[in-house]
């Protein structure tokens, strides 16, 4: 089974977290059906231990869920915010102790909003800063995750986020589309690295 961060956790401003690009999207007028948000969704980060029991309770093998990048570095840079790796901590030991394999993806369409400002994926030192974050990640769960998934369908970002401006961040322009899907890929390649540094793991 898959989730994405933003599409379940909710507690968009508990214990630290940032904002990202869909809580700043998904407030704008017009942008969003009804005008919903994640704000608390499925609750997941309240209720993570539930879902684990369902999951276990339905057989299955393996979740694939998302960190939330605001959650780990509220602004897209710098130290780890303690309580974000906290939590993933907590769900991955969840997801082990039932016997469902974590895989873990570290960027699904959330990227911190002050990374935004400074152009988002059309500025190359996003690439950078994604590399740093993969490690933060990877040192603390490193050793309990094998699967990962770096970006979680780029091409959506590039062109619904970039080009036609229908999903956050809601920029268009045709010629975002190469600069945008050449940051992800070199962000790709700098997270790859840091994970292969920190675990023994399929990226």
Known sequence: VSTASYQIEGAVSEDGRGTSVWDTFSRAPG???DGDTGDVACDHYHRYREDV???AHLGVGAYRFSVAWPRIQPTGAGPANPAGLDFYDRLVDSL???GIDPLATLFHWDLPQPLE???GWLNRDTSARFGEYADLVAQRLGDRVRLWITLNEPVIVTS???MLGVHAP???GVDNALPVAHHQLLGHGLAA???RRH???GV
Do not use: Q
């Open 31 to 33: 942008k969003v059906r």
């Open 53 to 55: 029991a369902l999951m």
């Open 96 to 98: 082990l102790e039932r």
């Open 117 to 119: 400002d400074d152009g």
């Open 160 to 162: 619904l986020g970039y």
């Open 170 to 172: 809601g920029r268009t």
């Open 193 to 195: 690295a840091a994970i």
């Open 199 to 201: 675990s023994n793991a």
